[in-house]
C-alpha cells in the first residue's frame, strides 16, 4: 500500500485557518473511516490530534477538525496559533492490517 | 501518568542484528495492543509491527517481514523487537506506541495515545 498523499507545507498567519488534505484512492480512504492525524513539533513524538476521520482525543483543543469526502481526507486548524508550528501526518488503517501513514505536512505560522 | 521508554538502540553493520526494548508504565499493560512505528532522518513516519495485548497476534510491514520480530512480556511491562538482517534502509528512530482500544472494546485500532521518545538505529558499515 502507498504512502498517502499531502501537501509538503501549508502556512497561515495567527487567527487564520489552515486545511491539510491526505488523499488516496477509492480503495483506501475513499472506502475506510479508520483516519487519524498526528502532530509533531521539531524534535518530538508525534501527538494524537484526531481519529475515526472526526473525532477529538480528550485534551485536543476544538481549532482542531477532521473530515472526510470521498477519496480525500483533511485537518483543519483554525485560530491558527504559534504553538501549532509542526509536521502534520495522516493516517489509514484498511483491512489488511497493516497501517500507511501520510507523506506529512510542514505547517508555518507566519 | 503513562510513561514508554525505548532502549537498545545503537550503530550495526549490514546484516547485523539489533533488540529494541520498550519499558511500559502507568497503565494495564496487557489491556492494550502495542506498536513499533520508525522515522528514518528527517523523513515521516512508517508503522514497522504490532502485538495484541496477549501476544496472541501480530502483524508487520512488508517491509520488514521475514527480518523483524515483535513479542512482550506482560509479567515485566515490556515490548520488544528484534530486528534481523539489517539495511541501511532500516536505519531511523523507532518509537514503540500504546493503541488507544481497551481490550474490552476491540484488539487493536491503529490509533496510538502514547508514544516513547523513541531509540536510534543506525545501521552502516
Known amino acids: 500500500q502507498s504512502a498517502l498523499t499531502q501537501p509538503p507545507s501549508v502556512s497561515g498567519s495567527p487567527g487564520q485557518s489552515v486545511t491539510i488534505s491526505c488523499t488516496g484512492t477509492?480503495?483506501?480512504?475513499?472506502?475506510?473511516?479508520?483516519v487519524s492525524w498526528y502532530q509533531q513539533p521539531p524534535g518530538t513524538a508525534p501527538k494524537l490530534m484526531i481519529y475515526?476521520?472526526?473525532n477529538r482525543p480528550s485534551g485536543v483543543p476544538d481549532r482542531f477538525s477532521g473530515s472526510k469526502s470521498g477519496n480525500t481526507a483533511s485537518l483543519t486548524i483554525s485560530g491558527l496559533q504559534a504553538e501549532d508550528e509542526a509536521d502534520y501526518y495522516c493516517?489509514?488503517?484498511?483491512?489488511?492490517?497493516?497501517?500507511?501513514f501520510g507523506t506529512g505536512t510542514k505547517v508555518t505560522v507566519l | 501518568e503513562v510513561q514508554l521508554v525505548e532502549s537498545g538502540g545503537g550503530v550495526v553493520q549490514p546484516g547485523g542484528s539489533l533488540r529494541l526494548s520498550c519499558a511500559a508504565s502507568g497503565f494495564t499493560f496487557d489491556d492494550y495492543a502495542m506498536h513499533w512505528v520508525r522515522q528514518a532522518p528527517g523523513k515521516g513516519l512508517e508503522w514497522v509491527s504490532l502485538?495484541?495485548?496477549?501476544?496472541?497476534?501480530?502483524y508487520y510491514a512488508d517491509s520488514v517481514k521475514g527480518r523483524f520480530t515483535i513479542s512482550r512480556d506482560n509479567s515485566k511491562n515490556s515490548l520488544y523487537l528484534q530486528m534481523n538482517s539489517l539495511r541501511t534502509e532500516d536505519t531511523a528512530l523507532y518509537y514503540c506506541?500504546?493503541?488507544?482500544?481497551?481490550?474490552?472494546?476491540?484488539?487493536?485500532?491503529?490509533?496510538?495515545?502514547?508514544w516513547g521518545q523513541g531509540t536510534l538505529v543506525t545501521v552502516s558499515s
Open positions: 477509492s480503495s483506501d480512504v475513499g472506502s475506510y473511516n479508520r
Open positions: 493516517s489509514l488503517y484498511t483491512s489488511s492490517s497493516t497501517l500507511v
Open positions: 506506541a500504546k493503541d488507544i482500544a481497551h481490550v474490552d472494546t476491540a484488539m487493536v485500532s491503529y490509533y496510538f495515545d502514547y
Open positions: 475515526e476521520v472526526s
Open positions: 502485538i495484541s495485548g496477549d501476544g496472541g497476534s501480530t
